[in-house]
């Protein structure tokens, strides 16, 4: 269970990252080509929402976690991120289905900001509670090591497809 925490937690930040990085890719995709600028603001409000519902995500997941249990609630993020990760990546795009695109990417994202935080406050609670007494700080604190090297993934993956392709 500590592996699935800390992979969550690492997926999490690698993919709000990577969402950050290629907001300058994204806007010409998802929103209207007439002013690229208002397409890279509009991606990067997009980004922005997944922020702002984590703190609902960490609310609703964690009192859902209180009546059934950390573990099933911190799979279903897992899940939930995943799916809507991979859902962003199959999206149409503006210039196919129009004004939808925008909507669906949005969604995706407000799912994604649900999920990141729920899996956060609940992967540092289970890992705490079932951490033992001895070294609890120790065998917790792997968990806040995820973001930063989630980043680092991010970082690389992006600089390396840069590199490789168009």
């Known amino acids: 269970m500590a592996i699935a925490a800390c992979f969550g937690t690492f997926l999490e930040w690698y993919d709000f990252l990577t969402f950050a990085s290629l907001a300058v890719v994204l806007g010409p995709l998802f929103f209207p ?3 690229p600028n208002v397409g890279l603001l509009a991606s990067l409000a997009t980004f922005g929402v997944g922020m702002v519902v984590r703190p609902i995500g960490a609310a609703l997941f964690g009192s859902i976690g209180d009546r059934i249990g950390r573990k099933p609630v911190f799979m279903i993020t897992i899940v939930l991120m995943g799916l809507a990760t991979v859902c962003v990546g199959l999206l149409p795009t503006y210039s196919q289905i129009g004004i939808v695109a925008p909507i669906l990417l949005v969604s995706m994202r407000l ?3 649900l999920s990141a935080g729920g899996e956060i406050g609940g992967g540092a609670v289970y890992l705490t509670e079932h951490a033992g007494a001895e070294h609890r700080g120790l065998k917790t604190s792997f968990l806040q090591l995820m973001g930063p090297l989630g980043i680092l993934f991010s970082t690389m993956q992006i600089a ?5 392709l168009s």
């Not at 390396?160 to 490789?164: E, F, G, K, R, V």
């Open 33 to 35: 080509a007439s002013d």
């Open 111 to 113: 799912l994604q900001g």
């Open 160 to 164: 390396l497809l840069q590199h490789w």
